[in-house]
């Protein structure tokens, strides 16, 4: 009976964590330095935008691996792989969530994502001006989630939100319009962006899918 | 020509130059919460000029736009002075939405000694007065997750027990956020209890490479 318990609770637990676990492909979210006068750039403190690639054992100890689209001057720069410490710029922001697309990838959406992000790796890719997030050759953080989504058929912000002058696209708005990976949270969000509840991108309401071949693969990443 | 006088004697009266140049600042921030120059001159006149300090703290208030308000907050702690961080802390027990997000970072930001109280009063209220089933209180999570946040730059150890008290009822999010606070105290208090995490194969994966890594830093490898 003590036994039987024991396990029960294990299984308990187990379940819990999982249902709030991170799943590789994830967009997470960071805080960041804007550059931009507050206002301009959305209600959330939100800077800085990665994709959860998953963990790995080294050492003997399970490490997560993010990857994420940093200025040049940072160390390492440009799209590069790092782990919790570097993607919170030494710890000195919190972190915000993991989220997807409404329609949520499917499990082979998911390693097409981190394996196209793995091989786009290269030292320099930052647009600083962001007049390039989605590529095709430079990327800033948000664009270049937003890229690897639309190349495997999905579209975290609508397109009229992620292109034009400037710095079409911030994080707080690729929050917004995403959703927290968890299963309960996800109907009841979707739910409320329909019923205009939280009515802050109306546009929302006809979200689409681009075809994967509707969007331009960068050069360098052709030549590979 | 008594009134020409008057505002001749007016403009040229210093103290009246700096009531108008004191107000003509605060406008300017109002206008541009922003501009990192119009905080730093706020935060300079503030701490050298007790009346203008007055007329900003007098301006932290829940009617203003909450940029403004964040604005303030960090200009005025930035004097280092009890009734800057006092008066930033009080306003932090009374907002909600985007003020209460914003000015849990401020607190953490300025490393307010008051606001502890406070930050963990909006923790509280998301732990255990929150609609969790949808993201109807997404601001209230952004602002508990940026109190767990300040907790850890403010560095008390203090607050070690109320980490740990919070971390059963979070989810994984704020768990993550929760380790990296733990991380930041003083003395490096929370390094056993990171230590349980890391090796507890209960716990999901993604937490626990949060606490390998923060054990890393702790540890100095």
């Not at chain 2, 004191?22 to 406008?27: E, M, R």
Request: charged share 20%; glycine share 6%.
């Amino acid at each position: 009976m003590k036994n039987f318990k024991r396990f029960f609770l294990i299984l308990i637990l187990g379940l819990a964590s999982q249902a709030f676990s991170l799943e590789k492909a994830d967009i997470i979210y960071t805080g960041g330095w804007f550059g931009l006068p507050y206002n301009l750039i959305g209600d959330l403190p939100l800077g800085h935008v990665g994709i959860f690639a998953g963990t790995e054992i080294k050492d003997g100890k399970i490490k997560a691996v993010i990857i994420d689209c940093v200025p040049d001057y940072f160390k390492p720069g440009g799209i590069r792989k790092v782990s919790w410490k570097h993607f919170t710029h030494n710890f000195s922001y919190p972190y915000y969530g993991n989220r997807t697309t409404p329609n949520k990838p499917s499990s082979q959406q998911r390693d097409a994502i981190v394996a196209m992000a793995n091989s786009m790796l290269k030292p320099k890719a930052y647009s600083l001006t962001h007049e390039s997030q989605k590529g095709p050759d430079k990327f800033d953080c948000v664009g270049f989630t937003e890229y690897l989504y639309e190349k495997v058929g999905l579209n975290p912000t609508p397109d009229d939100q992620d292109s034009g002058w400037g710095w079409p696209l911030t994080p707080s708005e690729q929050f917004y319009a995403t959703v927290a990976n968890t299963a309960a949270q996800n109907s009841n969000y979707i739910n409320l962006i329909r019923k205009k509840e939280l009515n802050l991108y109306p546009s929302m309401s006809a979200v689409k899918t681009t075809a994967a071949e509707d969007i331009p693969i960068p050069s360098s990443w052709q030549a590979e | 020509m008594l009134k020409k006088t008057f505002l001749a004697i007016a403009l040229l009266n210093p103290s009246f130059l700096l009531a108008s140049q004191s107000a003509d600042l605060l406008s300017a921030l109002k206008a541009n919460p922003g501009d990192e120059s119009l905080i730093s001159q706020v935060s300079k006149l503030s701490a050298s000029d007790p009346s203008f300090m007055d007329k900003a703290l007098n301006d932290m208030n829940l009617e203003n736009p909450p940029a403004y308000v964040c604005a303030l907050a960090a200009a005025v702690s930035a004097s280092n002075q009890d009734k800057a961080y006092l008066k930033a802390a009080m306003l932090l027990g009374s907002a909600k939405g985007e003020l209460s997000i914003c000015l849990s970072k401020t607190a953490g930001d300025t490393k307010n000694p008051y606001a502890s109280r406070y930050l963990e009063n909006s923790i509280e209220d998301f732990l255990y007065n929150s609609d969790k089933s949808g993201e109807k209180d997404i601001k209230k999570k952004i602002a508990a997750i940026n109190s767990i946040w300040a907790l850890g730059e403010i560095g008390s150890p203090a607050v070690m027990k109320k980490l740990e008290s919070y971390y059963n009822s979070s989810d994984e999010v704020l768990r993550i956020n929760i380790i990296f606070s733990m991380g930041k105290l003083k003395n490096k208090k929370g390094l056993p209890y990171i230590k349980k995490i890391a090796f507890n194969p209960l716990e999901s994966d993604a937490v626990r490479s949060a606490a390998y890594e923060m054990i890393d830093e702790l540890e100095g490898k």
